[in-house]
């Protein structure tokens, strides 16, 4: 497996880390209709926290495993920083470890 690619693994599990150490890892599961979101991040029925944890990671995790090309772009860290505004300091890791994830995948693509 290229280098980037296991470092860009490393980062999800830096970033499932996070999660639980935020107490927004959740043991619970999407519905179908959570899924199924077109909305950008699945906004209009989860929160940016369950997204990342059930659509993105698991995601990135299958594209590398089955050697598919990963995104030419992606910007997480936007929209972490956007819905933890109020609370910057508190999220600061979690979005530097998704700045690190975005650029790696993109370097990637």
């Not at 997204?51 to 594209?63: A, C, E, G």
């Not at 050697?67 to 530097?96: C, F, G, H, W």
Request: glycine share 2%; hydrophobic share 40%.
């Amino acid at each position: 497996m290229e280098p980037r690619k296991i470092f860009i693994l490393n980062k999800l599990a830096e970033l499932e880390k996070e999660l639980k150490n935020l107490e927004l890892w959740s043991s619970s599961t999407l519905t179908e209709e959570q899924k199924n979101s077109s909305a950008p991040f699945g906004c209009d029925l989860m929160d940016f926290h369950e997204w990342l944890q059930h659509i993105l990671i698991p995601k990135l995790r299958l594209m590398i495993q089955e050697n598919q090309s990963l995104p030419a772009t992606m910007d997480t860290a936007s929209m972490a920083e956007y819905v933890y505004r109020s609370d910057a300091l508190k999220y600061q890791r979690l979005i530097v470890i998704l700045k690190t994830l975005d650029r790696s995948v993109k370097s990637c693509g």
